[in-house]
């Protein structure tokens, strides 16, 4: 069995039901954490669970929010946990279409506003390490999702 990530008539993602279901576990935890939904909901086959669609305009302010916050964070045990669910999230984002530029790292350890989360002692990884693992990992995600 699989699930479907739909956008209109195309399949973006046909992850298997386990992927799935911890893909849309993890998107409830961050849709609370910034307070924004994700555009991902119960698609045109209603009654069916394992079909979702993807409105692109929604989740992609969700994806933008979603980098945005990761690249703020300075503590290395939130960037390590959220780092795999945000590259998945930005990969398919890119799938539906949507832009996601990285942030352009400042000279500091974070950039991009006040630093939430800091860890002491300090994060070990730079501001460009976080944009440039997290673009990698997106990268390499995208290859391996199935369509």
Known sequence: ????????????????????????????????ELKLPSGIGQGR?????????VDPAVYAEFVRGLVAWHCRTGHFVILALSEGFVATAVALARR???????PEPGPGPVWGG?????????????????????DMRAREMERWMAC
């Open 1 to 32: 069995m699989s699930m479907y990530f739909d956008m209109g008539d195309e399949t973006l993602w046909n992850p298997s039901n386990g992927a799935g279901r911890l893909f849309l576990r993890q998107v409830e935890v961050f849709e609370a």
């Open 96 to 102: 539906a279409g949507v832009e996601v530029e990285m």
């Open 45 to 53: 086959h209603w009654g069916d669970p394992d079909t979702l669609e």
């Open 114 to 134: 006040v630093q939430r989360d800091v860890q002491v002692p300090g994060s070990p990884r730079t501001a460009s390490a976080v944009v440039t693992t997290l």
